[in-house]
């Protein structure tokens, strides 16, 4: 294998064939440039190994010219072929699972690798979320039309698709829900009335100057957790952003309801112990949260989501450990 420095000629090239795949079809130019800055070009000879079982799937694999064989593990059996401008490797880099098969260069091939350097694509885009998301929801589009065409059907209950749902839909550092899980279903919670309640502590940026960030994180998985020991049932829990959770509930939907829900939330968080990750200091949570209730309070995603996800710093503004309904504001 060599590495061919990445020109301006073959980069117009790659980024042509990677506009071509149906995996990055619809994808902008802007988002194809990002993508393009991790990618790397290496030649294969023919019969040189590409990737081999066991090996950790973290990259995707794109043919420029040439073509590949995927081989079974004992290599007497061949499983697949493609050819310049295919796409494979998809299904170890969603599931970070080891390769299960070999991958031979045919002729000479010139493959388009991505991430370069096998980086775990949280980490290069851990600052650009819609991109990371936008490349999981590609993947599982990818893979089920892939196996669609193999008249391999993927049901809705399969390990691929749970996985693939997973790594979209779940906050990697907390294990909740995330942001794109809150945007994509907002129109299936408002299908009966609800109250969203999101909360951030009043005192965090405290915590993490004085402690550090990793004793920060630390706290935030400790705080999921205890969310979802004592308010899973029948109630959608999220990591928003950065230390803001949220919490939607199809179970208190009017205004006396709903406090007395928050207050409930507000009392655990705050009375959290949490001096085994400070030290043995005895440091407590200050919260601050926003309720917002549907359809009283609107009926579309900024009325409800954005307009809540300010509240607790209002709420921090006005001295903090406070509960905030749109009218107080």
């Not at 794109?62 to 007497?76: F, H, M, T, Y």
């Not at 001096?275 to 579309?300: T, Y």
Request: with cysteine; aromatic share 10%.
């Amino acid at each position: 294998m060599q590495e061919i420095p990445l020109s301006a000629d073959l980069a117009v090239q790659a980024k042509t064939f990677l506009q071509k795949t149906s995996f990055f079809s619809g994808w902008t130019d802007g988002e194809l440039d990002e993508i393009m800055l991790h990618c790397q070009v290496n030649e294969f000879e023919d019969g040189s190994t590409i990737f081999t079982p066991e090996e950790n799937g973290s990259r995707v694999y794109l043919l420029l010219n040439g073509s590949a064989e995927v081989l079974s593990p004992d290599k007497k059996t061949a499983l697949a072929e493609f050819v310049a401008g295919e796409l494979f490797g998809e299904i170890a880099l969603l599931t970070g699972k080891p390769h299960d098969a070999y991958a031979i260069a045919r002729k000479q091939a010139s493959v388009l690798e991505f991430p370069k350097g096998g980086v775990p694509l949280e980490t290069l885009f851990h600052d650009k979320p819609r991109i990371l998301a936008h490349l999981f929801q590609s993947l599982l589009i990818f893979t089920s039309q892939r196996t669609r065409a193999a008249n391999m059907l993927i049901k809705e209950n399969s390990p691929v698709v749970r996985e693939l749902r997973n790594q979209v839909y779940s906050d990697k550092l907390s294990g909740l829900f995330n942001r794109t899980y809150l945007e994509e279903s907002f129109g299936e919670f408002c299908k009966a009335p609800f109250a969203l309640i999101m909360m951030k502590p009043d005192n965090f940026k405290l915590i993490n100057d004085s402690f550090g960030h990793e004793a920060g994180d630390t706290a935030l998985i400790f705080m999921a957790g205890h969310l979802k020991k004592t308010f899973s049932e029948n109630t959608v829990l999220v990591r928003y952003e950065g230390n803001e959770f949220a919490v939607l509930t199809h179970l208190y939907t009017d205004k006396e309801s709903a406090r007395a829900f928050a207050e409930k939330i507000k009392k655990e968080l705050e009375t959290l112990d949490l001096s085994h990750i400070f030290n043995g200091e005895k440091i407590f949570l200050s919260m601050s949260l926003g309720v917002v209730l549907f359809p009283q309070h609107g009926k579309i995603y900024t009325d409800i989501v954005t307009r809540c996800s300010g509240m607790p710093l209002i709420g921090r503004q006005r001295g903090g450990s406070m509960i905030l309904f749109p009218e107080d504001i």
